[in-house]
């Protein structure tokens, strides 16, 4: 196309003379920088043969002195007589452009600053609309995505109007930093919390047009906080409240409204036993189902406690001593009708009430302290009782001996007791040993009592259980006085027997006799690995080791008034 007229700044913007352009020495066309040349003649093509149609465009040209600069291009199509032209106007933008440029570059960088930051930022204006989010915020909320242009209490809070404590626009109205806690509701309806700041966001003469909300997901750490808020007042093992919240609890409840003001220290039985005989994992067990039992036996408003060890203690505020009296009873009730495997579970309880301002609250837990004490004296027998006939039927269990067995060493040890001129003392004693002399054998692997032949690791293992009879019962306060004489009951009279080797009278006098009771039943009784033997074999055989493993007068004393008497 040639060039019919040129006016203006063209010749100041191109470098090129007006002549230049009129000679077809320069045209248009060829100062358009070559990255550009495409796009603007796409557009002239536009309206090439359409009149009165006027196309606007930017790009870059190459001047004479080979510089590049931005012009801004109006073109008009005009019909002149029989022809269509083009009539233009010019435009230096390169200064324009330039601002542009690093206006963009700035955006550029504070927008990457803006998305790098990995806690979600929200530009709101004065009506909580939102602007602006980084990508963080997209994040958090993409079950809500596109979030700009929607009121922030909608999106972040699926609310139609202002939340009630909305921190954003107390910020707003008062100018002022603000911070809060606020809920959370993720893309897959998880929830959670957010820590929450708000910075006022001011135009160029210091009014406040909105603000920046800045949140960070703390969810984690909340609940860190709430479990080490837990664990501070609870029993890790039963789930209850430990001693600290206790006392804490004791020391806010101990006032006039809360009176009359209960207080029971329960005291588990049998949590040493279970422990020395079954491992620390049944027992923690045992004090887990201790501590269900006194949950579902109390009231709500009941403040259940572990004191420590085996002991529970429990805060009634407004009791009376006939609620603390039904509660005893259901707690012992529970207790009965327990399904915990290992033994029989038993708990003494006993309690004190504060009824006036003047009693000191420690003087009441001395109270019911005491009390507890008492009864666990009281029933100090029954727990013994129950806890023998516990061991005696594991010890059936495990070593396969009949009932008939047990109360035949029974039965002769205290006919050759009596024979020997024991005390009244002495005899109980020496049935409660001749029970429970092998009651360590339950910690010995059961196939090991159908075997005829053992290897040396076999019999070491059945060797360890005088050792492991005297800690299970002194495991048990009742028996412990006991102890002794089933630790020595294979010890030998010429210093031989095991585990401690100890030799004539040294060995006490209640294990030389069980020693001497317990291996005549053994062989006038059948194994599953030998026949019983007769009367004659059997006393032939204690003579036999009379001297080296029994004592000679006691094997004297049992033939002639025990066996032969039979």
Known sequence: SKVLSLNGRVEEITGYSKEDFYSGKVSWKELIYPEDLSRVEEERNKIQGTPNYTA???YRIIKRSGDISWVYDIVTTVNDRDRLILQGFIQDITDKKRIELVLKRDEEFLSSIFNAIQDGLSIVDRELNVIRVNDKMNQLYSHMVPLEGKRCYSVYHQRDTIC??????????????NSAIVPYVGPEGNSGWLELYVYPLHDHNGSVIGAVEHVRDITERKE???????????DILTGLYNRTFFQE??????TQRSLPLGILMGDVNGLKLVNDVFGHKEGDRLLMEAGRLLKISCRKEDIIARWGGDEFVILFPNVTEEIIKSIVERIYNNFKLSNFPLLPLSISIGYAIKDSPEKDIEDVIKEAEDNMYKRKLSESKEIKQSIVQFLIDTLKETTYESEEHIKEIQDISRKFGKALGLSGKELENLELVARLHDIGMITVPKEIFNKRNLSSEEWESIKKHPTAGYRIVQSVPELAGISEYILCHHERWDGSGYPQGLKGKDIPFLSRIISIVDAFVSMRSKRPYREAKSLEDAIEEL???????????????????VARDG
């Open 56 to 58: 606007r465009s930017e």
């Open 543 to 561: 003579k036999r080791y009379s001297g080296s493993q029994f004592e000679p007068r006691l094997v004297e004393i049992f033939i002639e008034k």
């Open 249 to 254: 609890e004791l020391r806010r409840l101990d």
């Open 224 to 234: 860190l906080e709430e479990r080490l808020r837990y664990l501070s007042f609870h």
């Open 164 to 177: 009630s404590f909305c921190p954003t626009l107390s910020a707003i109205e008062k100018d002022t930093l």
